[in-house]
């Protein structure tokens, strides 16, 4: 393709959108001249932020496409795989920064790999879950298929794992735990994920474990499709692993199988499976027996948990857990233990009588401990409020920072049935994180309490209650502080 004059790319950099009128002529005021070598204006309009070094190279070159796909805008390219590319790119109408998947070039006669491409795209429009990668557009281009989705600024599951190794027990727990809510969510979809691998989990530069890739993704039969079709939707490791198990193409617990090989990798910083390209040798089954005990490989990690993960990557269906809500319910307490930024009240079976919501729960939950989550500085006001909840039969965590308490309640399950924030020792970033709470479409549901003094009318005034989240003002007897969170848990049910 043969590369354009100045005047050429300067009318085509305002021809496709890429640079305003106005903004060119200031370029060439600044040169001095129109008559200037190519070069020199693209490194005028890239030293300006105009164009970025990629743009810049593409125009120059005369490609007319690839610059926009619906409303994002390429930035440059942020990688690139055998089936696809993906760009950095922004929203033109919000200066969202998105990520821009495009199918090559060569697949886009091929009408199954096409089909299959946009499958992705139409499974991830249904989804909407903070650990799952937002998809927002699906559509064609100059003859391109592609996925616009959010950005994720950090690495893949695999990169994390390759520099650091194996996770500390803390946030490891955490992680795993993110990867659950979001199957659990997908199933309770009925769409099972059939490509649960360390490359499809990107791990944001905050510690937000995120699935992405569900392109091979099925939906389970009680949706109505043949088991024929949906079995086809796997990868050749799911393929090896229910021929092994002797289980349908679409069995949830296939799921389960693989999560189990991602929480192995997270805490063993190894793979459990032997990694391959050879697909021969991925679909011989006798890989699935080759896995070295956890136990042994990591003798650091508690016995409980080992137990959980050799469970979860039984060969055997039906001596795994039959479903990821399972896994959560058996790692939640394990997490209790092992909290970084909390500590919760030692509770002793004999000693307490559960507290019971006002209305009745799901049947999961029927006999859960209320928890209540401590937000607050003085270790004194901290020591009342544990013991007054531990007497009322909660279950207590406390911590001293209100974002890294909103960061918990981001994750599911969530850490704690109902939230209580201190206004007197935290001022403002209490009001915030209270205010946060019904802002946030994934946080709403989310009960809780604000404790302001009398000082704090102002502060106080800023804060927004509804029928979830309350104000309460000092002094109050502790019995309605009680009625409060009660009246307050029960509505969230």
Sequence with gaps: MPTLSTEEAAAAAIELGLVESADMAAVRRELGSHDVPLEKLGAALVRRELLTGFQWE???KGYRGGFFYGRAKVLYQAGAGSFARVYRAINVDTSDILAVKVLR?????DVDKCELFLREGRMGLMLRHPSIVRTDDVGQEDNSSFLTMEFVEGQSLRELIKIRGGLDLA???????QLIAALEYAHEEGVTHRDLKPSN??????????????GLASFIESKGKKADEVGKLRTVDYAALETAGGVRGDDIRSDVFFLGTLIYLIFAGRSALVETRDREARANPQRFSE???????????PRDLVDIINKMITIKPKHRFQAVSDVRRALEPIQLRYADDTTAAPQPASAVKPAKPAKPADTDAKDHQLRIMVVEVSGK?????????TKQGFRVLVTENPQRALKRFETNPKPADIMLLSSQTLGQDAVAVFNALAADPYL?????????????????AEAVDDELRQVVTMPFKASELLHQVQRLVAAAV
């Excluded at 989990?201 to 569900?214: C, I």
């Excluded at 006001?381 to 909840?389: M, Y």
């Design 58 to 60: 593409r125009l120059q």
């Design 105 to 109: 070039k060569r697949f886009s006669s």
């Design 171 to 177: 946030r490891g727990i955490d992680m795993a735990l």
């Design 201 to 214: 989990v990107l791990v944001s530069s905050t510690g937000q474990a995120k699935l992405v890739d569900f």
């Design 291 to 301: 896995i070295e005990p956890l136990g042994k490989v990591a003798p650091h990690l």
């Design 381 to 389: 006001s901290q020591d009342s409020l544990r013991q007054f909840f």
């Design 444 to 460: 709403k549901k989310i009960p809780a309490v604000l404790i302001t003094s009398p000082r704090q009318t102002e502060l106080a």
